[in-house]
C-alpha cells in the first residue's frame, strides 16, 4: 500500500508541489526585481525610466497675466511636483496646482517643476514676459548749447520724427528721461546744478514746465525705476555722487530722499528692468558701483563694485535683469556681467571690441540685440545677445565716416518702447538719426535724420498702449 501510494498518488502529489514551487519563486523573482531597485522611481511598465515634461514649455505672457502648467510622467497622469521660480518672487507666483502668474516686470523667468518621488528628476519651462503692446508716441532731444528740449512726434509705423515745438531747460542740459507712463520728462542741467521738471501733454507731447529742483555738481544722467516711484541723479563731481528723489504720482514732481556715493566721475546710472538694483558707471575710476533698491523707500544699499574697462561710460541691463553690460569710453571695448540676483554683484563674462570712444549702450525690449554709440568712429555698433549666456556677438556697424556730417558725434543711443525703431542724439551734427530695427538679424536699416537744438547730447522716447 505504501508503494502503490507512493508510485501513484504520492508521485502525482510530488509533481503537484514541484509545480506550485516554481510558480511561487517566478513570482518572488518579479516582486524583487521590480520592488527592489525602483521602489520610488516612477516605471513604464516596460523596465525603462519614467520621463519628467511640462507642458507648456514655453509660454509668452503681458505681466499680471496667469497661464496653468502641466507636470506629468511619460504622457500619463499629472506627477506630484514641487514647482519654483529660479528668479525668486520676481519671477512672478506660482501656485501648487501649477498655477502661474507673470510679474509686473518684462523679462524671462524660468518655472522649475520637481518630481516629489525622485528630487534628481526637474524639468523648466521659459516664460518671457512682455509688456503690452507699445506704440512710440513722442520723442525729447536735449541741447546743452541752445539749452532746450526738442519736441518730436513719432510715427509708429515708420518710425519716422516730427518736430512738434521747444522747451527751455537750464544751463547745459546733459540728459533727458521720462517716468514709464511717459506722464512726466525729466531734463539734467549741467551748468545750473538742478533738474527741470515737466508734465507731458497726452494728446500733442508737448512740455509744461513744473519747476526745478536741486542736485549735486554735474548731473549727467538721470534714471527712474520701473515702478515710476523714483528718481536717481548720477552727478559727475558731486561727493556724494547719486541723489534719491521720490516722484509725485499727481504732478511729477521731484523730492529729494537722499544721498549716496558712488566712484569717481559718475556719468551713468541705471536701474535694472526689475527694480531690484541700481548701477552707476565711474568714468574716471573705471568701476561699476552697486546698490540694492529699498522698494518702500526708494533708498540704495551700497553693496560692492565691479571693475569695468577704461573709462567705464554707459552702464545698461537686460531685460531679464541677468546680465549687464558696460561701455568703456577709452578702452573701446564692451564689458558683460552676469547679476547675481540676490545681491546685484556683477560677474564678469567677457569682452568684445566696439569702435572708437563708445559713450552710450542700449539694449532692445526682446532683450536679443544691444547697440553701443561710438563718439569717435561716428558709428554704432551692433551685436547680437546670446539667450542662455549673455555674450556678444558683433554684426558690424552703422554709419561711419560716409555722409558724416549727418550723423557727426553720436553720444546717446535709445530704443524705442515698441522695440521696432532706435534714435540717436548726434553732438556735432545737431541732430537725430532714426533707424529701423530688423527684428531677425538686429541690424540697424537708416530711415532718416532730423534736426534738433544745438549740441545734441541725449535722446529719450516714450509711447502708449494700443
Partial sequence: MITLYWNNRGSYLLKRSRFTFIVLLSILFLCFSNCGSGRDRPNLGNGAPASLSVKPTTARLHPGESQHFIAQVSESAEAN???????????????????????????????????????????????TVVPLAMAPRFAYAVNSISNDVSIYTVDPTTGL???????????QPYTVTADPSGRFVYAGNFGSNNISMYTVDAATGLLTSTGTVETGTGPYSI???????????????????????????????????????????????????????????????????????NAATGLLNPITEAA?????????????????????????????????????????????????????????????????????????????????????????????????????????????????????????????????????????????????GTQTRAVRVIGGMR
Avoid at 520676481?90 to 528630487?119: E, N
Avoid at 544721498?259 to 568701476?287: E, H, K
Fill in 81 to 127: 511636483v514641487v514647482w519654483n521660480i529660479a528668479e525668486g518672487p520676481a519671477g512672478g507666483s506660482i501656485q501648487s496646482d501649477g498655477s502661474y502668474t507673470a510679474p509686473g516686470s518684462a523679462g524671462t523667468y524660468h518655472l522649475i517643476a520637481t518630481l516629489v518621488s525622485d528630487p534628481t528628476q526637474s524639468v523648466t519651462a521659459t516664460i
Fill in 161 to 171: 520724427l516730427t518736430k512738434v515745438g521747444s522747451m527751455a531747460a537750464g544751463d
Fill in 223 to 293: 534714471a527712474v525705476d520701473p515702478a515710476g516711484k523714483y528718481a536717481y541723479v548720477a552727478n559727475e563731481n558731486s561727493s556724494p555722487e547719486v541723489w534719491i528723489y521720490k516722484i509725485d504720482p499727481t504732478a511729477g514732481v521731484l523730492t529729494p530722499q537722499g544721498q549716496v556715493n558712488a566712484g569717481t566721475s559718475a556719468i551713468c546710472v541705471t536701474v535694472d528692468p526689475l527694480g531690484r538694483f541700481v548701477y552707476v558707471a565711474n568714468t574716471s575710476s573705471n568701476n561699476i558701483s552697486v546698490y540694492t533698491l
Fill in 308 to 452: 569695468a574697462g577704461a573709462g567705464a561710460n554707459s552702464v545698461a541691463v537686460h531685460p531679464a535683469g541677468r546680465w549687464a553690460y558696460v561701455a568703456n569710453y577709452l578702452s573701446n571695448d564692451v564689458w558683460w556681467y552676469q547679476v547675481d540676483p540676490n545681491t546685484g554683484a556683477l560677474t564678469k563674462m567677457g569682452e568684445i571690441g566696439a569702435g572708437e570712444k563708445p559713450f552710450s549702450i542700449a539694449i532692445d525690449l526682446s532683450g536679443k540685440f544691444a547697440y553701443v554709440a561710438n563718439s569717435g568712429s561716428n558709428d554704432i555698433s551692433m551685436y547680437r545677445i546670446d539667450p542662455e549666456s549673455g555674450a556678444l556677438t558683433a554684426l558690424g556697424t552703422v554709419g561711419g565716416e560716409i555722409n558724416r556730417s549727418e550723423h557727426w558725434g553720436p553720444r546717446s543711443v535709445s530704443v524705442d518702447p515698441s522695440g521696432k525703431f532706435v534714435y540717436v542724439a548726434n553732438l556735432d551734427s545737431n541732430n537725430l538719426s532714426e533707424y529701423q530695427i530688423n527684428s531677425d538679424t538686429g541690424q540697424l536699416i537708416p530711415i532718416g535724420n532730423i534736426g534738433a
